[in-house]
């Protein structure tokens, strides 16, 4: 399976690109699109597209990129319990601003996250992009984070990290991944606006 997965479907600007690269690309797309209309079908979707996503970003040398797919999955089946029974008196959660107290703490977990990643492919594995590798997974944590709680300004770190990856991919010559987040990116303003409208006032 993992071999017909790595195998070429299509080329994209001359490049070979996987089957694992195009299924990827379609179930990101369906799956950010049931993100942006809060549509709880979005994390089953979302685990199967972080599990395509793994092979393409082991098979590239992203290893930080390939690993948070696990963690991905574990915040798929998270963010699904969440949104289904993580509100008050285990009810369905509402979308609300980050509070001050969470902002806090979404920096400093950034910090240390981009850090000790950055030491870790640096020091011990052969990414060629360890810094840009580093900051884009730790963002891509903390945004995801974010949506299993439905903070709106989730869909602002999503942006920072599209901005970083789509030139990354671009330079490791997945361009159909690339063109996905082109795409991913234009969906976060949609899922930013969608998401303002219906937030609920909570204190700083």
Request: one cysteine or more; a positive charge.
């Amino acid at each position: 399976m993992i071999d017909w997965l790595n195998s070429p479907a299509v080329a994209t600007f001359g490049v070979p690109t996987s089957w694992a690269e195009v299924l990827g690309f379609l179930t990101g797309l369906v799956n950010v699109g049931l993100l942006v209309r809060r549509h709880i079908l979005n994390w089953p979707l979302g685990i199967l597209n972080v599990l395509l996503l793994m092979v393409v970003f082991w098979s590239v040398g992203l290893y930080a990129d390939a690993g948070l797919q696990i963690v991905y999955v574990i915040l798929g089946f998270y963010g699904w319990w969440a949104w289904l029974y993580g509100g008050a008196d285990r009810t369905r959660l509402v979308v609300r601003g980050t509070t001050r107290a969470e902002w806090l703490g979404l920096a400093l977990a950034g910090v240390v996250l981009t850090g000790g990643l950055w030491l870790f492919l640096d020091r011990l594995t052969g990414s060629t992009v360890p810094l840009a590798d580093a900051l884009t997974t730790a963002l891509s944590l903390l945004a995801t984070y974010g949506q299993t709680r439905k903070l709106v300004e989730s869909w602002w770190i999503w942006i920072a990290a599209d901005l970083i990856y789509i030139p990354l991919y671009g330079y490791k010559g997945l361009w159909l991944t690339a063109i996905l987040y082109v795409a991913f990116l234009i969906l976060c303003v949609l899922g930013l606006r969608s998401w303002r409208s219906a937030s609920v006032r909570v204190p700083a």
